[in-house]
């Protein structure tokens, strides 16, 4: 074999090697969701107008393994909100006032050293309402600890009315007011291994994903009861002032 037609014949195949193959999957949702909406964010045609609040538990149909919306950000709660538009959308995360005085008395019987950080973070922002919309949100979602409300910004990355969560999540809105979450599950992935060191990976020659599916009904945001820090328990670790203060403001309640 001649040099020339060595050299041809080894580019294709080194191309080959390092782009590799990758297969998506095209599975529809399941036959009872909504259809896709087509409604788009203001100014940003390729992003989906995710404007709502919704449950972070599936409806049924859902895939079983995206049951909670929750895993996506690392934090478990009751309710969904994307609020505002374009640069300026947000996340919220929001819990009900049971699941707050749940984890505030856990907290306080398990460790007062946490306790006495979160107590100190929370009087002056949970003794009052927590709105969507107010500047009490951001306030709350700084506090250290149990807090009715976790709000993150967004960075917008978005593909024909889809906007990525991560590489393998997407969420669009359904004509239903749903919120609707597609996962690229990989399903098999051949590679050519190498050896570069610990932590290295393999060219990967074929990869196949599967898509499958999850969707968030509408809901409306639980309601915030202010919490009545007199009925709490005062830290140990708090300060002789703080307890002084902690007792006259129980009994001015009590009165």
């Given amino acids: 074999m001649s040099a020339s037609l ?45 404007t709502g609040t919704f449950s972070s538990v599936v409806d049924a149909g859902s895939e079983p393994a995206l049951a909670r919306f929750g895993a996506l950000v690392d934090k478990e709660s009751s309710a969904i909100e994307f609020a505002g538009q374009g640069a300026a959308l947000r996340l919220a995360m929001w819990w009900t006032s049971k699941e707050i005085e749940s984890k505030v008395a856990t907290l306080a019987w398990r ?46 990355e978005c593909s024909d009315g889809w906007m990525a969560m991560s590489d393998a999540h997407q969420l669009a809105r359904d004509v239903g007011g749903g919120l609707l979450l597609r996962e690229d599950h990989e399903v098999r992935r051949v590679e050519l291994p190498l ?23 509408p809901t409306q945001l639980p309601v915030f009861r202010p919490i009545d820090f007199a009925t709490l328990p005062v830290p140990k670790l708090a300060t002789e002032q703080e307890r002084n203060a902690a007792t006259a403001a129980h009994g001015s309640s009590s009165g």
Avoid at 9 to 38: K, S
């Fill in 6 to 50: 060595q050299r041809n014949t080894c580019v294709p195949l080194a191309l080959l090697l390092l782009v590799g193959c990758v297969q998506r999957g095209d599975q529809p949702p399941p036959a009872n969701f909504p259809a896709i909406d087509t409604a788009r964010m203001p100014g940003m045609p390729a992003c989906p107008d995710l």
């Fill in 111 to 156: 460790d007062d050293a946490e306790y006495v950080v979160w107590w100190r973070g929370a009087r002056d922002v949970l003794s009052y309402p927590v709105e969507p919309g107010t500047p009490a949100v951001a306030l709350a979602s700084s506090v250290p600890g149990p807090t009715p409300v976790r709000a993150f910004e967004l960075s917008l």
């Fill in 195 to 217: 050896w570069c060191g610990d932590g290295c990976r393999g060219i990967t020659l074929y990869s196949r994903t599967e898509a499958r599916w999850a969707r968030f009904p």
